[in-house]
Structure formats: structure tokens, C-alpha cells
């Protein structure tokens, strides 16, 4: 049935909408009076301006306010009668029908009351006009009538006739009404008949109900503990209320559909009405759905359906037995409690298994958090909070054991009480107890201690140590679930609660569960304590080697600058090759080691391919030394100009033919440049590598590019080099966007291949690689051309060494150097001369380079605090540079020295005024 409230507030609308329209009828009128078609009396036109309008217009006005539609609806019959009235007093005409239209205009409201009460007023206001409009009529004017004669002969004419009228209307009203009423319950029964035929469309062993809270009555066609295959026997039940805690499982039935009665929502449910009979547990489902029938918005009754489920439930409860029984023979999972849960899951309850359900949204919820943490130990601590409130722990200990040698830590702990937090937990465990709970661990899973109850699980071997470690700290129940890493126990976690109630299965299966999503991050954080360490150790290997081929290197170049022998110089040459190909070894231990960390970053510039492919060419013969046959295919119509990280490029490439030299005895090595295009501004650089050495085992393709890993070292073992460089040269190639490749046939050869992505800024043929000539052949000449006699510089090292070595490397610029071993002689010398660069050695006793940096950019004399000072280290770690350079330091330079790096910075820094060449 159409919602009743609506109607009215829509035919309110129509109405006021109406009685608006009548105001533009009142305006042609006055127009037309104004006109002169016909004349309105004053008195006339000032009514319609003050009465007319104001009772036309103002019915919209308070509908757009939504003023309450019984109200505007009586307020509207009001405003029309007054508005008829006043206008009728002025005009003769028109006034036996005027009057009856406010009542039957009443009648489209259905409503008796209204009516009457339209009828009423209405008569008062033509009551009142008729003894207005009399004093005018011809009776008064020429029959000598008196007014009030007129008047009573009148409205004794009018009310008969409206009396007639009335009544007529109020029958009318009443039959109306009844029609109305009776189409009203033709539709709650159609309503009704509707939710029936829904939900029994044909034959069911359903359980077919209806509920009539008004009447507290319950009526069904069948019983809700009646067994399918008996013939339904109807039920019906008065009094629900005092009957409901008949039925097991009623109230929670029974509320749920009261409650979607009372809130008008019809939301399906499952429902358990399991019972017990001669001592047996009968377990019974339903699914129930349920149709609320309404009388416009108000509820009535409610009609539902109860699908037995039974037979569904039981196969569910099955499939999660059996998931658990797959999940107990996965052996990496042994940690956790299966066997307890498989032996009490007969058991379960359906709560339990939304416990269950429940434990592992929680648990997936705090991983997935764990994952966004950027700082993992604070998570740790947040995650122990977490299983702790959750599942109503006092205190959490991870205890972590070196099973080698019975070594405990206590990294992490939570504790709801600080008067709980335990200090100095057991720090080991003899090797013996360490082997008794590894059995514990290996029968149960667990170890759980509950003084009360006299509950031990743990073996008679570790007696002694629960008894004087564990036993005088113990909160109540307590349980151990260890933590693996591999399949081998890494230490445990110790669940301790006030309450001595014993952990549930269901809790000790999440537990075990928690503890392996924290061994899991705990395990992550120890792998980052050792790559650190690690890195720690890189840093340390970098400085120490350093030195010393700081020494050779820089001897090396400064003997051979002397009139030497050719066989000498040649010996030297050797030392300093040598000593390059040592340093590569170093570099890219350390470019690993910050791929590793995460640290390396990917500088794109723009660059000619010529000049790399011209770079890599030139080294390439130079480790070749004549041994093989070098073919470099490179088109003439490559771009001029890319933008990429072109040294990373430029690395690979010479990777990939030192591999394939350093692997190759005889034959002949093709190498092989292209360019891809993929659109106006991108495409890709292809590079590969042909050798003819001696292959790769197709087993042994998969180590390729593997950390610390050479293939074949029966017949590789004298080839010098680390196992790093495909390693380094597939991740850079991957943080370029960029695929590697390779083909190999063992014995034949192998082709190594990359692509990089680049993007081209000048697409003119760069032309023939054997036509490329330097841009500047002469800068290396200029750059050792730095001659600066009237320049003062301090160097700063505590290794007498080192500061040979940097006097001799500088001694051709004739520059007047001071040389120092320590920060506070550094200080010193500034203090009392004047210097135009300063060489600052990093790791120094007492007062280090950065110490001694910022003493000096507090002297008082801001000449002497603003001199340049350039870091001098053998430190190449990520982050040094960064780090000196925010520390007050101007500038880098890594040991061993490189000359040209040294000219480079000496160019940069002294005064261009006292650089002679």
C-alpha cells in the first residue's frame, strides 16, 4: 500500500501550488481593472492586495519550510475559507457556490474529521460575508427590508441548502473512508500472500512461521525440533514470551527477529538450536530468513523461513578437522600445537572455531602493520602489547638461545604490571638442559607449568632448571612455544598469566601461531644486526687495506716520474696495474655491500654513447693484452646523445668483457651494441658479449649471478676475483629497470647480454666508433699541469705514511706544504698562520677529522674558520661522504689517491689567483 504520510505531503504541495496559481488569477484581475475593462471598488482591490495575496502565497511558503503536513493541511481550509469570505462580502456573484468548494476540496484527504471541520468554518466566514454582503441587496434598497431581515432570510436559505451539502459530503466521506480501509487490508493480506508464496513457492520440510508481536503469538507449520521425515504437525503458541526459554537456543532466535522487527531490518542469520536428549548432544542448525510486513512504516507481523543446516555445519566442522590435520603433517610447522588441537577438536563449539577464526584476523592484521613499521624492534614491542591484550597475558619473555652453546638473551618483554618485569632472566642453559628441552619440545610442542594444578610438561632432565630458575617468577599458568628458524629452535617464548585457569587448545594453537609471526620478524631483525655488522666489518677491511695501497699506489706514481730504466719502469707499471686491479676487487665488494643494504643509488646524466663505448674499448685491450681477437659491432646510426646513469652502464659493460677475456684462452671475443627504439624519446640500449672460451655447465646457469659464487672451480680456481661481478652487474642492470641475459654451450662459448632503458635526447647518428676522438685529448695534461707556488696548504693525518705519500703526489704543484699527525697540532698551525686548503684525515686518536672540522669553524678569525677543507679517508662506505660533507667539511677525496682526483680538488679549491698553469 502507497505510503499514506507521503500522500498527504504530496497533495499538501499540489494544493499550496494551487492556491499560488489563484494569485496570478488576482493579478489579471487587477490588471484588467487598472485597464479599465471593468472597475473594482477600492475597498475591493485593497482586499485582494492585503487578503488575496497573503492568504494565496503563504501555503507554498511554509510547504518549502516544511512546516508538519497536519498543520498546513488545516492552516490551507482555514486561509480559503477567510479568502472566499472577504472577497464574497465585496462581490454578489458567485457566492452560493464559492462557499462549497472549501468542503468538498476537503474530501480529497479521505478524512471525516477534516471534512466536518471544513464544513464548519466555512459556514461561520459565509455566515459572516452574507451579513456583509446583505446590507446591499435589493430587499434593503427597494422593498424597504431592514439589513437584518435580509440578512436572516438569507442565511436561513443557505443553510438549509448547506446543511444538504454537507450532510451529502460527509456520507460521501464515510463510504470513502470505509472503501479505503477495506482496499488497506486487501493489501496487508496481499503483502502477506506475497512473503508466503516467496518462501513457499512449492512442497518444503522447511520451517515455515509467523509471529504477531501485538498478539504475542507464534504460529508455524511445523515443529522446529520435528525430524524431516515425519509429517509436519503445525504449531501454534500463544503467550511467546513466557515460552521462549523452551526452546534451546530460542531467545537468541527469537531476539535476533524481534530485534529486525523493531528496527525494520530484515537481515538473514544462522542460528544454533542444538539439544540434548537422554544425555546426548543433538546438534541442529537453522539458516532463518524473515520478511517483515508493514502498514506503511509501521511493522505488523513477520513471516520467515528456518532452512535446517545442519548437515552443512557437520561437513564444515569436518573440512576445518581436516584442514587442521594437513596443516599438523607439514613438519616445518612443529612448533605449533596441532596434535592437542587435533585430539580436542572433536569438542569444538562452533565459538571455538570463531575463535579461531577470530585469533588468525588478529594475527593477520598485526603482520600486515608489522610490514608498513619502517623501525621493526618498536613493532616487536607493539606486536607483544598486542597478543598480550588480546589473548589476556601478565607478562611475554622471548627468550633467544644459542643452541651451540646454551647462551640465553632476553631481547624483548612485555609486562601489563611493571612490578612484573623480570631482570637478569636465566642468561643460559647447560648444553644438557638444551638438549632435554629440545626433547620436550619434540614430544608436546610446548612446555606448560601450572603450579596449582600441578601441570608439568617440560622432560625429568630439566627439573633442576625450572625448579630454581623458572618456579621463582612464575605468575600463574605459564606456557613455552618455541621459536624456529629452519627447522631448528632458535630460543622460545614464555606466555605467563595471574590466572591459574589453563590455557584452552584453541589459545595455545594461536599462541604457537603469534610466536611464529614474531620469530619471523625477530629473525628479520637479527639477519639486519648482521648484515650491519657485516657491513661494519667491509668498512673496517676497506679502511685497513686502504693505507697501505695508499702507500703504493702513490709511491708507485711518484717513482714513476723519475728517470728510470725502460725494465724498472715496466716493473712499476706492473705494481701499479696491479695495485688498480686490487682496488676493483675492494670497490666492488663495497658496491655490493650497499646494493645489499639498499643504500646504492641510480644517478641518471646525459651522456654520448660514443665516449663509454669508446672508455670500454680502450680498457677492454688494455686487460686483453693482445691475447685475443676483439670485434667491436657498433652501427654508425646510434643517437648522439642518452640520458642514463651511464657509469653503472659503462661498469657492466666492462664487466662483462673482463669476464669474457679473463675466461677465454684463444679465440676471438664479438661485442655488440644496439638501440631498440620505443617511441620519440625512449628506447633501449642492447650490449652483448660473444666469447669462445671455455662454456658454462647448463647446471651451472643458475649460480651465475649468485654472491660469492664462481662455477667450476676444478678448472677456474686460478682465475682471479671475488664471485662478485655478475652478481653486482644483474642488480645494477635491475635498479636501472633493465634485463640480463646469457647463452652458453659448454666448451663452445658463452654470450652474455643486457638492455637498459635510456632515453635519447639527440637522435643524430653518432657515427663509426673507430672514427671517435676525445672532445679534449689534452685534459689529463692540464689537469697535471696544477702548478700553485705562492699556495699554503695543512695536510692532517696520524699516519706518517700517508703524509709522505701526499707531499711526494704534490710536490710537482710547488706548493708550500705543512704536515701534521694530529687535530689539536691541526689547530695549532691554523691558529697562528694562514692557509689556503686543508687535507683532513678522517680516523684519528683523540680528536678525529670531523672534531677537528668543527674546532676549526668556531676560530674567531673567519678567514682562518671559512678555509676549504677537503676529507681525506679511506672510509667508502654509503653514507661518509654525506656525512663529512653536513659536518662542516667542503669536499672528498677516498684513499688510495688518485692524482687525477687529487688536481681535480686542487683546481676547485686554492685560489684561481695563485694557480700559475
Request: proline share 3%; aromatic share 10%; glycine share 6%.
Amino acid at each position: 500500500m502507497r505510503d499514506m504520510h507521503q500522500d498527504i505531503h504530496k497533495l499538501n504541495g499540489q494544493s499550496a501550488w494551487a492556491m499560488a496559481a489563484i494569485s496570478l488569477v488576482l493579478i489579471c484581475l487587477l490588471i484588467l481593472s487598472k485597464a479599465g475593462v471593468f472597475d473594482f471598488s477600492g475597498g475591493l482591490t485593497y482586499v485582494i492586495c492585503g487578503v488575496g495575496f497573503m492568504t494565496t502565497l503563504s501555503p507554498i511558503v511554509l510547504y518549502k519550510f516544511n512546516v508538519p503536513d497536519k498543520f498546513l493541511q488545516y492552516y490551507m481550509s482555514v486561509v480559503l475559507s477567510i479568502a472566499i469570505g472577504v472577497v464574497g462580502s465585496f462581490n454578489n456573484i458567485g457566492i452560493y457556490i464559492t462557499f462549497v468548494l472549501v468542503p468538498v476540496a476537503s474530501c480529497l484527504y479521505f478524512d471525516v474529521c477534516y471534512t466536518v471541520f471544513c464544513c464548519i468554518f466555512s459556514y461561520v466566514m459565509m455566515v459572516a460575508s452574507v451579513y456583509v454582503n446583505s446590507a446591499g441587496k435589493m430587499e434593503v434598497l427597494y422593498l424597504d427590508w431592514s439589513h437584518m431581515e435580509t440578512f436572516r432570510a438569507y442565511v436561513i436559505g443557505f443553510t438549509l441548502e448547506y446543511l444538504i451539502v454537507a450532510l451529502f459530503l460527509i456520507m460521501i466521506m464515510k463510504r470513502a473512508t470505509s472503501m479505503v480501509e477495506e482496499q488497506h487490508q486487501a493489501y496487508i493480506m496481499q503483502q502477506a500472500q506475497d512473503a508466503r508464496y516467496h518462501l513457499l513457492i512449492k512442497e518444503t520440510n522447511d520451517v515455515i512461521f509467523e509471529i504477531y508481536p501485538g498478539e504475542d503469538r507464534f504460529v508455524a507449520n511445523r515443529s522446529i525440533y520435528q525430524a524431516e521425515s515425519e509429517e509436519n504437525i503445525p504449531v501454534s503458541l500463544d503467550n511467546l514470551e513466557e515460552n521462549v526459554e523452551k526452546f534451546p537456543g530460542g531467545e537468541v532466535l527469537f531476539g535476533r527477529i524481534m530485534d529486525g522487527y523493531e528496527n525494520g531490518v530484515m537481515d538473514d542469520f544462522e542460528v544454533d538450536m542444538s539439544y540434548t536428549e537422554d544425555g546426548k548432544k543433538i546438534p541442529l542448525w537453522y539458516k532463518v530468513e524473515f520478511y517483515i510486513v508493514k502498514d506503511g512504516d509501521v511493522p505488523v507481523s513477520v513471516i520467515g523461513k528456518m532452512h535446517n543446516t545442519t548437515r552443512n555445519k557437520i561437513l564444515q566442522q569436518k573440512m576445518r578437522k581436516e584442514r587442521l590435520q594437513g596443516l599438523f603433517k607439514n613438519p616445518k610447522r612443529r612448533n605449533s600445537i596441532f596434535h592437542q588441537v587435533m585430539m580436542e577438536s572433536e569438542k569444538f563449539t562452533e565459538s571455538d572455531f570463531q575463535k579461531l577464526a577470530d585469533g588468525h584476523r588478529f594475527l593477520a592484521q598485526m603482520q600486515e602493520e608489522a610490514k608498513l613499521s619502517e623501525n621493526l624492534v618498536d613493532e616487536i614491542g607493539k606486536m607483544l602489547a598486542g597478543v598480550g591484550e588480546y589473548f589476556g597475558i601478565d607478562r611475554i619473555c622471548v627468550v633467544e638461545t644459542d643452541i651451540s652453546s646454551g647462551a640465553c638473551f632476553v631481547d624483548y618483554q612485555w609486562n601489563r604490571s611493571p612490578e612484573t618485569f623480570l631482570e637478569n632472566y636465566f642468561t643460559e642453559m647447560s648444553l644438557e638442559d638444551v638438549e632435554h628441552t629440545k626433547k620436550t619440545y619434540d614430544k608436546n610442542g610446548y612446555i606448560e607449568i601450572n603450579p596449582t594444578e600441578m601441570v608439568e610438561t617440560h622432560s625429568e632432565g630439566s627439573r633442576e632448571l625450572f625448579d630454581e630458575v623458572i618456579h621463582k617468577v612464575i605468575l600463574g599458568n605459564q606456557i613455552w612455544i618455541p621459536m624456529l628458524e629452519n627447522g631448528e629452535y632458535t630460543g622460545a617464548i614464555c606466555f605467563d598469566r595471574s590466572d591459574t585457569t589453563r590455557y584452552s587448545a584453541v589459545e595455545k594453537f594461536l599462541l604457537s601461531e603469534a610466536v611464529n609471526t614474531l620469530a619471523a620478524h625477530i629473525g628479520k631483525i637479527n639477519a639486519d644486526k648482521a648484515n650491519r655488522a657485516k657491513s661494519d666489518f667491509l668498512a673496517t677491511m676497506s679502511h685497513e687495506i686502504r693505507t697501505p695501497m695508499n702507500a703504493i699506489i702513490g709511491m708507485t706514481e711518484v717513482a714513476l716520474r723519475e728517470d728510470l730504466s725502460a725494465g724498472i719502469k715496466r716493473n712499476l707499471k706492473m705494481v701499479q696495474s696491479s695495485a688498480f686491479g686490487l682496488l676493483t676487487l675492494i670497490n666492488d665488494i663495497l658496491d655490493y655491500s650497499k646494493i645489499e643494504a639498499g643504500k646504492f643509488d641510480i644517478v641518471p646524466e646525459p651522456f654520448s654513447v660514443l665516449s663509454i663505448l669508446n672508455d670500454v674499448k680502450e680498457i677492454a685491450k688494455a686487460r686483453n693484452k693482445g691475447k685475443l681477437e676483439l670485434e667491436f659491432q657498433v652501427p654508425s646510426d646510434l643517437p648522439t646523445r642518452m640520458y642514463a646513469d651511464y657509469v653503472r652502464i659503462k661498469q657492466v659493460m666492462i664487466n662483462f668483457c673482463t669476464n669474457a677475456i679473463k675466461y677465454s684462452d684463444s679465440g676471438k671475443v664479438k661485442i655488440t651494441v644496439n638501440i631498440k627504439k620505443k617511441d620519440e624519446e625512449n628506447a633501449n640500449l642492447y650490449f652483448s658479449v660473444k666469447d669462445q672460451g671455455i662454456g658454462i655447465k647448463k647446471e651451472d646457469l643458475p649460480k651465475l649471478f649468485k654472491s660469492y659464487t664462481r662455477v667450476d672451480t676444478t678448472v677456474n680456481h686460478h682465475k682471479e676475483g671475488t664471485g662478485l661481478g655478475l652478481a653486482i652487474s644483474k642488480q645494477l642492470v635491475e635498479l636501472m629497470a633493465g634485463t640480463v641475459g646469457v647463452e652458453s654451450e659448454y666448451g663452445k662459448g658463452s654470450t652474455f647480454s643486457f638492455q637498459v632503458p635510456v632515453e635519447i635526447r639527440d637522435w643524430t647518428p653518432a657515427g663509426k666508433l673507430e672514427d671517435y676522438r676525445y672532445e679534449d685529448d689534452s685534459e689529463d695534461e692540464k689537469v697535471a699541469a696544477v702548478v700553485a707556488p705562492d699556495a699554503k696548504i695543512l695536510i692532517v693525518d696520524d699516519t706518517p705514511l700517508n703524509l709522505m705519500v701526499a707531499e711526494a703526489l704534490m710536490q710537482p704543484t710547488e706548493m708550500k706544504i705543512t704536515s701534521v699527525e694530529s687535530g689539536k697540532e691541526a689547530i695549532a698551525c691554523m691558529e697562528h698562520d694562514d692557509f689556503d686548503l686543508v687535507f683532513m684525515d678522517h680516523f684519528m686518536p683523540e680528536m678525529d677529522g670531523i672534531e677537528t672540522t668543527e674546532h676549526i669553524r668556531q676560530l674567531a678569525n673567519p678567514q682562518k674558520a671559512n678555509v676549504p677543507i677537503v676529507a681525506l679517508t679511506a672510509d667508502a662506505m654509503e653514507g661518509v661522504k654525506e656525512e663529512m660533507l653536513s659536518r662542516g667539511m667542503n669536499d672528498f677525496l677516498v684513499k688510495p689517491i688518485i692524482i687525477k682526483e687529487l688536481y681535480d680538488v686542487l683546481r676547485k679549491w686554492l685560489p684561481k689567483e695563485k694557480i700559475v698553469s
